[in-house]
């Protein structure tokens, strides 16, 4: 509220302003980059990415199929075609040796890809080692694909900080929230640069009105950079809270068979574990995802499957995918779990025990 009502009283309201300057600042500082564009979502953020790597028409972009479709959409918003591949099971990222497999075949079919968007999916961290000596064995940038991993890290870095450029979300449902938001972040200046002129519709400097590129009204106003700022204060809270109900869940539900957990395959991880998911083996649990969720909702308790693959989507069904079946068994039988900050302990415990429950039948 004190930089919301700053930016009110100084009247800065406008998509620009002081709230925006210490936001980007302070996001680079966190994310231990030296550039940040505070924009209007994620997804304007990766069509940015796409845009200033000189993705167009024509073009392929390697991208994880297990993810949300804001991770594809862009692509296809410049013509060019998304190259699907699957996951990994110990993280659900995208699986470095497919990465590479699907590489060798698109240059071998007479097309070398523009572009690599690996997802950290539900906060944790792709393995960043593999996928960055994969890009520059083949010489082709990395978007990472933050949206629901800020305060995540990987070998003690924060992702995000690993590629040429990355993107982060501030949308309503992540750990941190600017109402609607998101933010490109580089080391590259000129990158940086970039995405702001764009996203300010791309007008050129001049005493008037003019354009020489098509831009895009992409970028965050001063109130919601306020709310950000706001925000930042409280984000290593965030993060502790996140990972407090995923250990809560864990050591209560962990025992149980046909309940696994997506989980920190070693020290090298560190999610911020920004919701917690489970898998259901229905042949050792007796359940499947479709029971437990449904009864779960008769309690008043919302839970919801993983992400359908893009694969899967009829909107992205034809486009090329290489694949090994583990995003797909993850669709079938994956659930996530209550996990907000605003969970008390006496919500937490009203979930565990409708699960319990329901797993005792």
């Known amino acids: 509220m004190k930089y919301i009502k700053k930016a009110f009283d100084q009247n800065w309201v406008a998509p620009l302003g002081p709230n925006v300057d210490a936001f ?114 083949y010489e082709i940038p990395i978007i990472e694909d933050a949206a629901e991993a800020f305060g995540s890290r990987f070998k003690e870095k924060p992702v995000g900080s690993f590629s040429k450029m990355a993107v982060l979300s501030f949308n309503g449902n992540k750990i941190i929230t600017t109402s609607g938001g998101g933010a490109l972040i580089s080391n590259d200046k000129e990158m940086i640069d970039k995405a702001r002129f764009f996203a300010t519709q791309a007008r050129d400097k001049a005493p008037h009105y003019q354009h020489s590129q098509v831009g895009y009204n992409y970028r965050m106003s001063n109130i919601l950079a306020g709310i950000g700022r706001g925000q930042m204060e409280v984000i290593e809270d965030r993060v502790k809270k996140r990972r407090d109900t995923f250990f809560f869940y864990k050591k209560n539900l962990g025992n149980y068979e046909g309940i696994k957990f997506l989980e920190e395959p070693d020290e090298s991880y560190f999610s911020n574990h920004w919701l917690t998911t489970i898998l259901i083996d229905p042949t050792k649990s007796g359940r499947t995802r479709e029971v437990l969720q449904k009864d779960l909702e008769k309690d008043n308790i919302e839970t919801r499957p ?55 039948k």
Not at 74 to 94: F, R, S
Not at 99 to 118: F, Q, V
Not at 311 to 331: T, W
Request: hydrophobic share 45%.
């Open 24 to 137: 980007e600042e302070t996001l680079a500082r966190y994310c231990c980059v030296k550039y940040a564009a505070a924009l209007s979502s994620g997804t304007a953020a990766i069509h940015l990415a796409l845009i200033i790597m000189g993705v167009g028409p024509g073009d392929e972009v390697l991208a994880s199929s297990f993810t949300f479709s804001a991770t594809i959409n862009p692509i296809v918003y410049q013509g060019a075609t998304p190259i699907l591949v699957d996951c990994e099971p110990k993280t659900w990222n995208m699986d470095p040796q497919l990465l590479e497999a699907a590489i060798k075949d698109r240059i071998k079919k007479g097309k070398k890809p523009k572009a690599i968007i690996p997802v950290h999916l539900y906060g944790m961290p792709a393995n960043m080692e593999e996928m960055l000596r994969i890009a520059e064995k």
């Open 306 to 360: 993983l992400w359908k693959p893009m694969h899967l989507q009829p909107a992205f069904s034809s486009c090329p995918a290489y694949l090994n079946g583990v995003s797909n068994e993850l669709f079938a039988n994956g659930l996530c779990l209550p996990s907000g900050t605003n969970m008390s302990d006496i919500d937490r415990m009203r979930v565990l025990e409708a699960i319990i429950r329901n797993l005792q």
